[in-house]
């Protein structure tokens, strides 16, 4: 993926109006994207495009993705969720 273009899904994965969302995409950006395909780099830039209240509830496990090709990244995203130190 080039600079700009990573730059520009950097933004859109920081910039939510969920907070829960721009740290779990914050995270998952830094720690899980670099290892991913480039197929699943598009898939989750696809998922990083997506509406807050149309994404949020695939993350936090309410509803269920039916996109098959976005299933996977999603429940990447649900093992790397940020959780408060106990």
């Not at 600079?3 to 779990?24: F, G, M, P, S």
């Not at 395909?37 to 509803?63: C, I, Q, R, Y």
């Amino acid at each position: 993926m080039e600079r700009e273009a990573l730059n520009r899904l950097q933004w859109r994965c920081t910039r939510r109006a969920l907070l829960e969302l721009d740290l779990i995409l914050g995270k998952f950006l830094v720690e899980e994207f670099p290892s991913l395909s480039e197929d699943d780099k598009n898939v989750f830039a696809e998922l990083a495009d997506m509406e807050d209240h149309d994404l949020w509830p695939l993350v936090n496990g309410t509803e269920e993705c039916e996109d098959a090709r976005q299933a996977a990244i999603v429940a990447m995203l649900r093992k790397s969720e940020v959780r408060k130190p106990q």
